[in-house]
């Protein structure tokens, strides 16, 4: 989960695009995690509060990977009837 971590601190911290940082940083990240079979599992709020911190300099990367590791899940994998 450290590059997970490191994804979103970089790209919320040094504000690559002109807008929409955070919520390209969630974005990346979310579907980094999909791709290694997992899911965040943060409600809106909470999400929104961390993301606002790491803008704001209050969450260093390993508060946010100890997030990331707290609110994850594996994804549960489909059946090749599912499919």
Known sequence: MKKAAFL????VTHHPFINGNKRTAFEVVDAFLELNGYVLRAKTDEIYRVLSDLGA???SETQVEDWIVTNLAKKKRRSRAES
Request: zero cysteines.
């Open 8 to 11: 979103l601190h970089s790209l």
């Open 57 to 59: 300099g209050n969450a």
